[in-house]
């Protein structure tokens, strides 16, 4: 009878993990449980490379804005010294 280890939790692929090593079982469960770590560092890497991005776009943004601002302030001020 052959396991779908896909299916099983992280904590029942450990269970199985625990018996010994010689096991068929163990070492499918073992490779399921590395496949998962990569796949979640993965992801990780992938979520992280998201915020850099939205981070950079924001901090564009702002300056974008900052610079906006400031060229409607000198022409605020020069409309009312110079009307």
Do not use: C, G
């Amino acid at each position: 009878m052959e396991e779908d280890f896909t299916k099983m939790s992280d904590n029942q692929l450990v269970a199985i993990i625990a018996v010994p090593p010689s096991n068929a079982a163990h070492r499918a469960a073992a490779a399921e449980l590395h496949r998962r770590q990569k796949q979640y560092e993965n992801d990780n890497l992938l979520l992280q490379n998201r915020n850099i991005l939205l981070q950079t776009w924001t901090l564009r943004l702002t300056i974008i804005i900052l610079i906006l601002t400031a060229i409607a302030v000198v022409i605020a001020i020069l409309s009312f010294v110079n009307p």
